[in-house]
């Protein structure tokens, strides 16, 4: 390891007994000579170096940036010496074994020749699952052994670091050169034919590595008390071996110790103590859960790549547990209901913090999980419905604190659109909108979504969220908005077409039907449309039949069990029947001359049939004949008495008002057809053959007066 002051990340591995090292840091690396005295310009992760010089066994890099750098140099070989793992297997399996660390030797100092040579060499070994599992055996190795350096344990190795937290550097240091060397080298594709799963093996054993590092070097009591409850968990006789120790020497379970922090977190918050000691030392439990994830999630951003050759579609990974999951929301609600109430304003700053960054590690495991698993699968959804469930609960309390950057961040990294929208509202940022509409694919129409569901139409067509064109698009399915946006726009014949089509479609309310027909026609004429045009004509029926139904008699609508102010649209068959049907007790000429306008409508509505047009005539002539009484007691009528019948009148009442009488006015025989009717009002055939000859000689005198043909 190189360490140096002012710079993080920078190590110089320097092949003992040589002037040749690996500059590295995290992302990329240089292969140096150093030799004093002799300039070699590198520059890594922006880092300038300007010369390397060897002064009495120590390196000192001049760089750019901070100057002088001292690096104190460990030798390499030293670092991966004690490698060789025992085994009980038979002498083939020792052989591939002995030439994998070889191999695995030659790759850390850069003995590329030796190392090709010898990787041949194990390749061709007939069975090739026995290179995966050397490979295995490795990374298992690499994580459990215990310390080669500390006399604890029973080791001796000096070269290798004692203090814990350098331990744990040492084991993640080796298991990153054993996954960059399976996967550098044409190792790879052959041992995860053997075993797929292995590369996603050695990168788990990094991250608990990572986590072990971070749990061990708190000074958290809690935290503390958890390591101890774990050791006890794992059952060691620890002896002069510390909790610490036991759990080091178990980190493939490392966490069995979430669970007994979780335990104890629990039991402080049961004890309801408000106590500022108690309220710190839970936090610091917090912030450790917190710091543990951020590592693990950093490491895989970093070592991206290798996770996408390692994770196949439905792997899963030790943080793909619900009690893991759980578990870091468990620290959210701790920190933001718990603790957030007991700090000052600098403590209430870094909970909040804290806070968004266990949102971000809770919600990147969810994204992380989904994108493995399949689309279909009903187990996907489930998951899916859970995430977008807790994503709401998790965001929810920042937008309630009005912390609107920590809540605007979160939901656009999640894509939480609906709550963007909303964010953007109370703060009344539109230029922010719109800028998420732009760099988001679909985030425009969750928006125009919200703005309906909460009732905000007028906001939907004036907040500008994207370009017109895709309101437009939007508004296709939205007609009952449509016509407002078409309006705006100035494009007044298609706003008219869409608001005839709404108000013939209108079912609820009347009132709402003679709306939108009315601001139709006005629509159509601002256009400059013929007032004779057929659309014109049509949308004047369509008042016409409103205006009828609007000027039934009140106690027809009452008797019907109709709302006079909150009626809906009636068709003009129905109106008819109420106009002469039962419901009108009092049938008067004006009855009369309502339901023959309503049935030259009918005449002219294409969803009327023509056998329902016939009945509809009939019924209008029965109910006037039935309405006066000389026709039921069949007195012998004569022409002065026939003109003063209602029958009479109704017809003269058309006439006058220029309708083409014969056509809405039944023949006798038409009238006569349906003799059953006639037969329930005359008991005798007397009675019945006396109706019809006053019938006939009603229509004669009729047709003698040029009103009808006989």
Known sequence: NAEYGGVEGVKLLLQPGTDVGLLHSENECHIVTLTSGVTVPVVLDGLEIISAVINSGDINLITKQHGLVKLLVKDIKAAVSNLNISSSEGDEYKTVEKKFVGVFKCFIEFNETQEQATLQEILGTDDVGMVSRVVSETGEYLISATPAADPRWGGSDANLPVTLGLQIDERIRRLKGLLQFVVATSFYDNIVAADDNIALRLLQHVEKCLVAKILCGSSCALLRRAINESAAIFKLETGQISSEDVVFSNIKKIEVVYGALAEGQNSVLSSKTEEESVMQDLFASVEVVQQTFDAVLSWRAQSHQLYELALKPGTLTWCDTDEIRTMITAQVHIAMETV??????????????????????????????????????????????????????????????????????????????????????????????????????????????????????????????????????????????????????????????????????????????????????????????????????????????????????????????????????????????LCVGDYNNNLEDIDIKKALDLLQEAAEDESVSNEVFERLRLDIWRAVIEKDEWWRKCYLATPDQIEQTLFYRAVILAYNSGMLVSHFLPTVDQLLGDMGTWGQLFSEDRQMKQFEYILRSGYEQMSNLGLVNH
């Not at 979504?449 to 004036?462: D, P």
């Not at 296709?476 to 078409?486: D, E, M, R, V």
């Not at 039934?552 to 009452?558: A, F, I, Q, T």
């Open 340 to 577: 957030l109430n007991e700090v000052d304003e600098e403590g209430r700053y870094q909970v909040l913090l804290v806070s968004a960054s266990l949102v971000e590690s809770v919600l990147k495991l969810y994204q992380d999980l989904l994108s493995r698993l399949p689309s279909a699968d009903e187990k996907t959804a489930s998951l899916q419905s859970e995430f977008e469930r807790r994503r709401n609960t998790l965001i929810q309390p920042f937008v309630d604190l009005k912390v609107y950057q920590i809540a605007f961040t979160l939901a656009e990294q999640f894509k939480y659109f609906s709550l963007l929208v909303q964010l953007c509202e109370e703060t009344k940022d539109m230029v922010k909108l719109r800028s998420l509409s732009a760099a988001h694919p679909g985030f425009a129409e969750v928006a125009y979504n919200w703005y309906l569901a909460q009732g905000k139409q007028s906001r939907l067509l004036t907040a500008n969220v994207a370009e017109p064109q895709q309101l437009t698009k939007f508004l296709t399915s939205q007609p009952h908005l449509k016509w407002i946006h078409q309006l705006g726009s100035k494009d007044y014949t298609t706003a008219g077409q869409t608001l005839a089509q709404l108000g013939g479609e209108e079912k609820e309310k009347l009132s709402r039907k003679k709306t939108l027909l009315s601001i139709s026609k006005l629509a159509y004429l601002a256009d400059g449309e013929d007032p004779d045009s057929e659309q014109i004509r049509t949308l004047n029926r369509h008042l016409e039949l409103v205006t009828h139904q609007e000027r039934l008699k009140p106690e027809v609508v009452e008797r019907a069990g109709l709302l006079s102010d909150n009626m809906a649209p009636m068709s003009c068959p129905d109106l008819i029947r």
